[in-house]
């Protein structure tokens, strides 16, 4: 009976860009959690940054109207990815839970789904990762450590979602909603990051992705992700569903 | 044209092997020279194989660079064998006799270089025996026969297995004419690759179908193998420059116009350097450079076509794309000088017969033909990927690292070395066909004129 | 090559008699009177068959002129007439470019096809009333013509037309000027007066003769170059830009391969009838059947490899527009005919022609020549019906948001296909009445310059080239 089972999910994400503040915190506990490398200024230079969520600011209408947005984007989870059939050795696939996962050991690093990602969120390890000797302490011992020459990227924190639904089924109970978060929703301190589970039709992202205001990102590619944005509501004009999509 | 020419058979056997009976004195140094080149090159590469890629120039978003470019590069190099030794061959195109030999050993020595660069690339070469291995049955998890990348070395190694076949049915011949006039180890060496050829009827008539079967079973490996490569790109609909139908054809028209164009320079080479003039004439260059106009002209037709298509959907990020490829500094420079390396100065030169007979004109212009085709695979792949998408704040940034030309300028090296190798125990232009040429070749009087013709079988 | 001469000696039987120049001469401009009952009895029934389809066509338009999904069958007719009447001429250029021996006899037949485009301009004409301008309701269709004005895809395609057209008649009478003047010498009544204005004053001398080899020359290149802009033309403005979103950067090439295709089809079926039932079989030697079937099979893998080509990238590639441009084509509701066509142009083809004995022969390769023009016909219904039949308020969408019906051929449609068919091949058939269908000096210069010869033990032919 325990829904808690593997397989019995559908892991989504609803962005309330109306909500969003751009205060980055979404962006550092993103870093915490996963063991991410810091982005020194070597690696900004070189354009080999590793953000596993970033917040993208863009503009908005034509000079004099612009306006300046920002948008969280991480890993779309694409049930239909460009990703995952290019990888020669399946290091990249779409497991039973909507999750578009990175097998680190498989990997082998051609870079291939980089490249097919429309989004640009994934991320080659260039170097072997170094952390300062006063950070070697605080790395999270759920999270590999992704060593040189491979593909890594935001796994909807699947060590947290594995670690509530490890708590509920020695439980004998069902996942409750909002029990399993990643770490950029529960740091998100406005709510505008809402995990849960597309499956229930009663959960909270499931709700709020029935909200007019909801669209995906890049539609134009099919790739039909499993995060949701839902529009910024301006008071100067009436924006429809879909609109942010197409501009860069 | 033809132009008949008596050249007796000693004659021929003595110039024909003089690489391997008597070796130039370049020889030695050149190789000297080249070794010592390839084994810097070597250590470069195992070097950035110990500390990792980040010793190349990429980034994100541009994961693909000199690597990629350099892989399709050779591929394309490839082509010129079997073009001008099966579609020739199956065409009847008499001319091609003496550069058969070349243009496959070109095939099989680029493909050979052509391998290496996917695999450096990867960030883990070390595991590579996933790909193309499958690996570990017992959990069942086989490499993905849906990527492209699994497809790549299954093509090319086909190619690669066909080609060698191909390049070792027409040496028999000429094996068995080495292994009768060496003595020692090497008569011992050429007595077992000859297989007992002894140049009988049967033989002669097993070898032709042999050839014939080859070629015809060779043209569909040759056109996919390009084919796949260029699949490679153009099924990431995601990358405006890349998600094009007209990919396959224009890589594979591509390929021929810089592998002939290759096979020119080499000729040209041979001439200068074994002293093979009364082989390696003229008259050759001067059909090879008629195929060309034709072959390039289509190429730059299909090239036309895959910008006119870019622009057709008039979609915002495809035509900025297209400003950055071709109006933008750096890549507006590189643009050009691909379109006058690649088309515009080469293509109208050998319109003339003066230049197209002249060997140094054709060496200079079939090189000029392979810097423009190497822009062409770099301005495919570099903007396609350094273009700025909808969300990212990183863009254009890529420029090659000193590890990466050094390896560039390796395989160059590498290959010529191959070449060199080859040309000291093997003839670099067949000697039966040669032979056979002067005895499928005759005069006609028509009216007055003296008129050069050829054996046609009857129907 | 000899070797495989000596391989497949026993194959080859004695070759065939020497004609005489003078013979060929009589001969071939005797074909042009002495047309026999069944020749007027077929061109009678085509020629009906023709004006009836005129007719339908008008009343056609009278009935659907508003609706312009109900076109496709039409657009289909169009694009099959340019192929094949348009891509059969460029065989007429091929000894100028390679110099081959095999194709001069026939020449003449492939350029006698040109005077079949009259019907393709005939039958473009609804479609150029019909196709909307670029600019609709404020919007911009997708289109080759970024910033041209609103009816060039009209113009344009009228007017590669009718260059088409003229190239290739023009191709036609350059390479023609010597039959002229033997219809001048040779010929009686309204043959030689008609022989004697149009041979200019032909004697053959030696300028002449290099003006009219440089003429062959430049009008077959001009012809080439026409051919693949108007293919062009037609593939991307009636075809292509009337599907929301398509964009498929290989079709026009595509189109130009099977129109090779579709031509070199045609020829053969042309080229096989004129040998049996005008007796030719002196002049056409089974040389040429056999070239043209490699050239045939070779254009025959083309057009699978094109077509693959940009199945994949779609089928891989999947974005929305991918998808829906797959929907439409391929797996909406023409897929019976596009898997008939697939089997008609490609498979059943190729496995005929992989056979040499079969590509020996003559009777199977009409059988595939036929099988293939039927595949051809298919395979454009699938494109341009499926095309036409999305309603032109949707055409201006990112991506087709719903595959619309298909549109199936009324009594209309076809006895307009079958009446335009027609009408082009009785236009050919007249033409042979006018001009013998074999050039009379190409005959004579391939006489002259393939001599059979014993070779080692079998039979071969020495063939010579001239500069």
């Not at chain 2, 070390?126 to 492209?148: E, F, H, K, Q, T």
């Not at chain 2, 030169?349 to 822009?375: E, P, Q, Y």
């Not at chain 3, 393709?120 to 997708?142: D, K, N, S």
Request: proline fraction near 5%.
């Amino acid at each position: 009976m325990t829904t808690a089972e593997f397989g019995a999910h559908n892991w989504g994400m609803v962005v309330d860009v109306d909500k969003c503040i751009g205060c980055n915190a979404c962006v550092i506990a993103c870093q915490a959690e996963n063991n991410i490398p810091i982005n020194t200024q070597d690696r900004v230079e070189r354009a080999r940054t590793i953000s596993w969520i970033r917040v993208e600011r863009y503009w908005e209408g034509d000079f004099p109207d612009a306006k300046a947005r920002f948008i969280p984007i991480m890993c779309q989870h694409c049930e239909n990815a460009p990703c995952e059939p290019v990888c020669p050795v399946y290091a990249t696939y779409h497991n039973a839970e909507g999750l578009n996962v990175q097998v680190y050991n498989r990997c082998v690093g051609t870079r291939y789904c980089a490249n097919g990602c429309p989004y640009i969120v994934r991320f080659f390890n260039y170097w072997e990762p170094v952390w300062p000797e006063s950070l070697r302490n605080h790395l999270n011992p759920d999270v590999t450590i992704r060593s040189r020459g491979i593909m890594e990227k935001c796994s909807f924190c699947v060590q947290r979602i594995r670690r509530t639904s490890r708590t509920a089924r020695s439980e004998g109970r069902e996942i409750a909603d909002g029990e399993a978060q990643t770490a950029c929703s529960s740091a998100c301190p406005t709510s505008a990051l809402n995990f849960g589970n597309f499956n229930d039709p009663n959960s909270k992202v499931s709700k709020m992705k029935e909200d007019k205001r909801h669209y995906t990102l890049l539609d134009q590619f099919g790739t039909d992700p499993n995060v949701i944005y839902l529009a910024k509501i301006d008071a100067d004009k009436k924006v429809g569903a879909g609109e942010h999509a197409s501009h860069g | 044209m033809q132009q008949r020419r008596e050249l007796d058979q000693v004659y021929t056997n003595r110039k024909l092997l003089n690489g391997q009976l008597d070796t130039p004195k370049w020889w030695a140094p050149t190789v000297t020279i080249l070794g010592i080149g390839v084994v810097i090159g070597l250590f470069v590469i195992a070097t950035m194989i110990n500390k990792g890629l980040g010793v190349t120039g990429l980034g994100r978003p541009v994961y693909w660079g000199l690597f990629i470019t350099t892989f399709v590069f050779w591929v394309g190099i490839s082509h010129a064998g079997i073009m001008i030794s099966a579609i020739l061959r199956l065409t009847q195109a008499e001319w091609r006799r003496p550069v058969t030999r070349a243009a496959e050993l070109l095939t099989v020595f680029s493909l050979l270089t052509a391998l290496v660069f996917p695999l450096i690339h990867a960030g883990r070469p070390w595991r590579i025996a996933y790909w193309i291995l499958p690996y570990d049955v017992a959990r069942g998890i086989y490499p993905n026969i849906r990527s492209p990348l699994i497809m790549d070395p299954v093509a090319i190694s086909t190619y690669l297995t066909g080609s060698t076949l191909f390049l070792y049915v027409a040496l028999l011949p000429d094996l068995g004419n080495l292994r009768d006039r060496t003595t020692g180890w090497k008569n011992a060496m050429y007595t077992v690759l000859a297989l007992g050829w002894r140049g009988n009827p049967r033989q002669w008539k097993m070898q032709t179908v042999g050839g014939i079967l080859l070629s015809a079973l060779m043209l569909p490996i040759f056109v996919s193998v390009h084919s796949i490569v260029s699949w490679d790109f153009a099924v990431a609909s995601a990358v405006e420059g890349w998600h094009s139908t007209i990919f396959a054809p224009y890589f594979v028209i591509g390929a021929v116009h810089s592998g002939v164009s290759a096979v020119v320079t080499m000729m040209a080479l041979m001439r200068w350097l074994w002293g093979w003039d009364d082989f390696i004439r003229p008259e050759h260059f001067d059909a090879l450079a008629r195929l060309l106009i034709v072959v390039a002209t289509g190429w730059l037709g299909f090239t036309f076509l895959e910008l006119i298509f870019a622009l057709y959907g008039q979609d915002a990020p495809e035509i900025a794309l297209r400003e950055m490829q071709i109006l933008t500094w750096p890549w507006n420079m590189l643009f050009i000088i691909f379109l006058l390396t690649g088309y515009l100065i080469p293509v109208p030169m050998w319109l003339f017969k003066r230049v197209r007979t002249n060997i140094a004109l054709m060496f200079w212009t079939s090189i000029l033909v392979n810097i423009g085709m190497w822009l062409e695979r770099f301005l495919i792949i570099v903007p396609g990927l350094a273009r700025r998408t909808p969300f990212v704040y990183t863009w254009e940034a890529y420029r090659p690292s000193a590890v990466e030309w050094t390896i560039l300028i390796w395989s160059f090296a590498w290959v010529t070395l191959l070449m060199l190798l080859f040309s000291r125990f093997f003839p670099l232009v067949p000697l039966f066909e040669q032979k056979e040429s002067q005895v499928f070749t005759d005069d006609v009087m028509i009216g007055r004129a003296k008129v050069p013709a050829i054996v046609r079988e009857a129907e | 090559m000899a070797s495989e001469a000596v391989a497949h000696e026993s194959e080859h039987h004695a070759p065939p008699p020497k004609v005489d120049a003078d013979v060929v001469a009589r001969e071939l401009i005797a074909t042009t009177t002495n047309a026999s009952v069944r020749f007027k009895a077929i061109a009678w029934t085509l020629g009906i068959l023709g004006v009836i389809g005129i007719v339908a066509l008008i009343l056609k338009w009278v009935n659907d002129g508003d609706d312009s999904t109900k076109w496709g069958y039409v657009a289909t007719i169009v694009s099959f007439l340019l192929a094949v009447c348009g891509g059969a001429p460029m065989v007429a250029m091929a000894p100028v470019m390679a110099k081959a021996n095999w194709v001069r006899p026939v020449t003449r037949l492939a350029a006698l096809f040109s005077f079949g485009s009259v019907v393709t301009i005939i039958m473009l004409i609804p479609l150029v009333a019909l196709l909307p301008p670029l600019v609709t309701e404020g919007a911009r269709r997708r289109s080759i013509w970024f910033e041209a004005p609103d009816y060039a895809p009209h113009i344009w395609s009228v007017v590669g037309l009718l260059l088409l057209a003229l190239t290739g008649i023009m191709l036609f009478y350059s390479a023609a000027i010597p039959d002229f003047a033997s219809m001048r010498d040779h010929a009686t009544g309204w043959r030689q007066r008609l022989g004697k204005r149009l041979a200019r004053g032909w004697v053959g001398t030696d300028v002449q003769w290099r003006t009219l080899r440089m003429r062959i020359g430049m009008f077959g290149t001009f012809y080439f170059l026409i051919l693949v802009f108007v293919t062009f033309l037609i593939s991307t403005d009636y075809g292509q830009s009337v599907i929301p979103g398509s964009r498929d950067a290989i079709y026009p090439m595509s189109l130009t391969i099977s129109s090779f295709q579709g031509g070199v089809a045609a020829l053969v079926i042309a080229l096989y009838f004129a040998r049996k039932w005008m007796g030719l079989e002196k002049f056409v030697h089974l040389d040429a059947f056999w070239s043209l079937s490699r050239l045939l099979f070779a254009l025959t893998l083309l057009w699978v490899y094109f077509f693959y080509s940009s199945f994949i990238v779609f089928w891989y590639g999947r974005s929305a527009n991918d998808i829906a441009t797959l929907d439409l084509l391929i797996r909406g509701p023409m897929i019976y005919a596009f898997i008939a066509g697939a089997i008609l142009i490609w498979f059943v083809p190729w496995w005929i022609l992989i056979w040499n004995r079969v590509r020996r022969g003559t009777s199977a390769m009409v059988v595939g020549s036929f099988i293939i023009l039927i595949g051809l016909l298919l395979d454009r219904a699938r494109y341009f019906v499926s095309a036409w039949s999305v309603p032109q308020d949707q055409i201006h969408q990112k991506w087709l948001k719903v595959v619309p019906e298909t549109y199936f051929p009324n009594i209309y449609d076809i006895l307009i296909m079958v009446g335009a068919i027609s009408l082009a091949a009785v236009i050919i058939m007249l033409m042979t009445r006018v001009i013998p269908v074999l050039s009379v000096w190409q005959v004579q210069e391939f006489n002259l310059l393939s001599k059979p010869i014993r070779y080692v033990r079998g039979h071969a032919t020495l063939v010579a080239k001239p500069d």
